[in-house]
């Protein structure tokens, strides 16, 4: 029965690591990695920063960088990273919804993207609002766990500009 157990757990553990890596290929951008904290014989800590695209707005780009452990746990993707990340998203184009999300609008606080911190419990998620008064794009990036969330977050927001000769577009025109 044990071995049964164990075989049942490492096939559980497999399923879970293989969609990991399959979720990460189509995630966000890595630019670059910094290591932080030197391990002899295992990975180092690092700081790793990612640029992802707001799957619903063209024109719309946000970089954060998160911390990634090393160690033992790090090396086999099972370490539960930290919680702190920072954000940053500009406009780097003009701002419109993607082709064939014309007719989709967002609510208040709906996830951009959500991302694993841990092999089960913990996740990063980006979540956009529209701040109609002021026409700007908000972005905040936190992280939660089933049993205990973190407090810690970051905050961006995107003023809505005039692209090449065009007026601006109003966010509230995206908004539920």
Not at 10 to 20: D, E, F, M, P, S
Request: contains cysteine.
């Amino acid at each position: 029965m044990t071995r049964l157990r164990t075989l049942s757990f490492t096939i559980v553990l497999g399923a879970a690591l293989a969609a990991g890596a399959a979720a990460a290929q189509e995630g966000p951008d890595l630019i670059f990695r910094k290591s932080t904290d030197f391990k002899l014989l295992t990975p180092n800590d690092k700081l790793a920063t990612y640029v992802v695209d707001d799957p619903l707005l063209d024109g719309v780009a946000c970089a954060y960088t998160a911390h990634e452990k090393g160690g033992v746990a790090g090396m086999f993707g099972v370490a539960e990273q930290t919680s702190e990340v920072s954000l940053a998203c500009n406009q780097y184009g003009p701002i419109k919804p993607r082709a064939g999300k014309e007719n989709e609008k967002f609510s208040q606080g709906d996830l951009m993207i959500s991302e694993r911190r841990s092999l089960l419990w913990k996740q990063m998620h980006i979540a956009r609002g529209c701040d109609t008064r002021r026409n700007m794009l908000v972005y905040m990036i936190y992280s939660d766990k089933l049993i205990e969330g973190s407090p810690e977050n970051s905050t961006a927001v995107v003023p809505i500009q005039p692209w090449g000769g065009a007026a601006a577009a109003q966010c509230k025109d995206w908004v539920r």
